[in-house]
């Protein structure tokens, strides 16, 4: 292929002697490195009518690739190493049950009072991590895009002394995720000098609830209504890997693109026999 560099010297080849004609053969190779280490913990309680479970995760996933989409630098396959793709650094999950007490509420203990629970999970956690790539190939080496690996060795040139990265943190006020200004095409001949990903996205702030009612109609049957409500709060949820566009040649580089969905409410009846 033919390139123009920045003072105008064109190169009409990097494979010299042979011509550009010749085409590309690609080498495939089943390797691969990752680690993952984590501080778990969690506490289960039970007091009276209520039952929850608290759980907390510190951790830290890191690879070459976190899927067969992504390439690895075949002249070094420690460039690309980072947080996996799906790396989540704090989560933390509180689920829990609660029995009504209606029947001690209204004093009446019978199939109307008796019967009813709220429950619930909670999630507060680090988005996923922003992955960042070129689908050009500045590098040269014509890796790029063959279907399959659809993430390009390239990656742009990380310029950390031109300003604060400022990660947005509340994408509600604002759709751009990161400063975009700091991050430049890589130099030509070069795989740049960003890491693939080493900061996180918007952050995950999730209420499911869900509320029963169980009524015995014989002494081996019994009535369930159930009304759950996913995302009840109707938080706008900018998670995903996808979410935060980290490709530098992209018209919407470090923009987010998408949410998960809204508010889903369902509601159930079952009969146990």
């Given at each position: ?15 010299s ?32 009518r209520?039952?929850?479970l608290?759980?907390?995760?510190y951790?830290?996933s890191m ?16 460039k ?33 009072t ?39 060795i ?28 700091l991050?430049t ?10 890491s ?10 999730n209420?499911d ?9 014989t ?12 995302n ?9 890997a ?5 490709n530098?040649?992209s ?23």
């Amino acid at each position: 292929m033919a390139y123009t560099r920045a003072d105008g010297t064109i190169v009409n080849g990097t494979r010299s002697p042979y011509p550009n004609t010749i085409g590309t053969d690609a080498v495939y190779q089943n390797m691969g490195n990752a680690n993952y280490n984590s501080l778990q913990t969690s506490l289960k309680r039970t007091a009276g009518r209520l039952t929850f479970l608290a759980s907390y995760t510190y951790g830290k996933s890191m690879d070459w690739a976190s899927s067969i989409q992504e390439q690895v630098n075949l002249f070094d396959f420690r460039k690309e190493y980072a947080i996996s793709a799906f790396d989540l650094k704090h989560n933390f999950v509180f689920s829990y049950n609660y029995e009504l007490p209606f029947d001690k509420l209204f004093h009446a203990a019978n199939r109307v009072t008796r019967g009813w629970t709220i429950s619930g999970i909670t999630r507060f956690s680090t988005g996923l991590p922003v992955t960042f790539q070129s689908f050009g190939d500045n590098a040269l080496v014509q890796v790029q895009n063959n279907g399959v690996n659809s993430a390009s060795i390239d990656l742009p040139d990380y310029n950390p002394w031109l300003g604060s990265l400022n990660v947005n943190h509340d994408p509600r006020k604002s759709l751009l995720a990161f400063n975009t200004s700091l991050f430049t095409p890589n130099a030509l001949g070069t795989f740049g000098t960003s890491s693939r990903r080493f900061f996180y996205g918007p952050r995950i702030n999730n209420y499911d609830m869900a509320v029963r009612k169980i009524t015995a109609v014989t002494e081996s049957s019994s009535l369930e209504f159930r009304f759950e409500a996913f995302n009840a709060f109707n938080h706008a949820q900018f998670d995903g890997a996808s979410s935060v566009d980290g490709n530098r040649d992209s018209v919407t580089f470090g923009r987010i693109l998408k949410s998960q969905p809204g508010r889903v409410c369902q509601a159930a009846v079952k009969f146990s026999f």
